[in-house]
C-alpha cells in the first residue's frame, strides 16, 4: 500500500565507490523527483521527470545520474561518490506539483 | 530564481498557538505550499493557497498575500506531535520544479 517507496533506507560505503537508489510510485502520478537533504535540513530540487523524460536538471554534478524506465520507477546511480553526499536524498511524486508525495527517503553516509 | 525566508527556530506552549512565516521571491508565482517533516521522517503535504486569504483545515491553516510576497502557517492548540520541522514551498518552472523554504523547527514545550 506504500505510495512512494524507496530503497535502501540506509547507504553506507566508500569514498569513490558507486551506488543506486531506486524509487517506485504507485499513485500513477506522471512527475516524479528527486531531493536532497542536507544535514541542516535544507531541501533542494535535484531532478524531475515527467512521463520518463528529464524535465529539470538543477545543476547537479554529472556524476549523478537518473533513470526512468517508466512513469512508476526513477532511480538514481551515483558514480565516484564523495564526502559531500553524504545527506538524505527522498524521492517524490506528484499529479500538479502543488501536492508532492515523498518517500521514506535514503540516509547515504560516504566514509 | 526562487528564495523563500523562514524562522530557522520557534518555540511555543503545548496548547497555545503558534504562527510560521514565509516570506518569498519568485519569477512567477502559481502559489504556497507548506509541509510538515518530523525528526527521521518525509516531508508531508499540510496545504496549498494559490489565491489570497486564510484557508482553514483542522487545527492547522495557512494564509497567504501575494502583494506582499508572504504566507504563514498558523497551529492551533498545540500538541507535543506537533514539534516537527515546517517548510514552505512554491512550484515553478511550468509546475515541474518545487523550490523550498529554509524550514523552521517548532519545538513544543509542556
Known amino acids: 500500500d506504500t505510495a512512494v517507496s524507496q530503497t535502501p533506507k540506509y547507504l553506507v560505503t566508500q569514498m569513490g565507490n558507486d551506488k543506486s537508489i531506486k524509487c517506485e510510485q504507485n499513485?500513477?502520478?506522471?512527475?516524479m523527483y528527486w531531493y536532497k537533504q542536507d544535514s541542516k535540513k535544507f531541501l533542494k530540487i535535484m531532478f524531475s521527470?515527467?512521463?520518463?523524460?528529464?524535465?529539470i536538471n538543477e545543476t547537479v554534478p554529472n556524476r549523478f545520474s537518473p533513470k526512468s524506465p517508466d512513469k512508476a520507477h526513477l532511480n538514481l546511480h551515483i558514480n565516484s561518490l564523495e564526502l559531500g553526499d553524504s545527506a538524505v536524498y527522498f524521492c517524490?511524486?506528484?499529479?500538479?506539483?502543488?501536492?508532492?508525495?515523498f518517500g521514506p527517503g535514503t540516509r547515504l553516509t560516504v566514509l | 530564481g526562487q528564495s523563500l525566508e523562514q524562522p530557522s527556530e520557534v518555540t511555543a506552549v503545548e496548547g497555545a498557538i503558534v504562527q510560521i512565516n514565509c516570506t518569498y521571491q519568485t519569477s512567477g508565482f502559481y502559489g504556497l505550499s507548506w509541509y510538515q517533516q518530523h525528526d527521521g521522517g518525509a516531508p508531508t503535504f499540510l496545504s496549498y493557497?494559490?489565491?489570497?486569504g486564510l484557508e482553514e483545515t483542522g487545527r492547522f491553516s495557512s494564509f497567504l498575500s501575494r502583494s506582499d510576497s508572504y504566507g504563514y502557517l498558523l497551529l492551533q492548540e498545540l500538541q507535543m506531535k506537533d514539534s516537527a520541522s515546517y517548510f514552505c514551498a512554491v512550484p515553478s518552472g511550468g509546475y515541474q520544479k518545487v523550490t523550498f523554504g529554509t524550514g523552521t523547527k517548532l519545538q513544543v514545550i509542556p
Open positions: 499513485l500513477g502520478h506522471d512527475t
Open positions: 493557497n494559490a489565491l489570497d
Open positions: 517524490a511524486s506528484s499529479r500538479e506539483n502543488n501536492e508532492q508525495f
Open positions: 521527470y515527467n512521463n520518463k523524460e528529464l524535465i
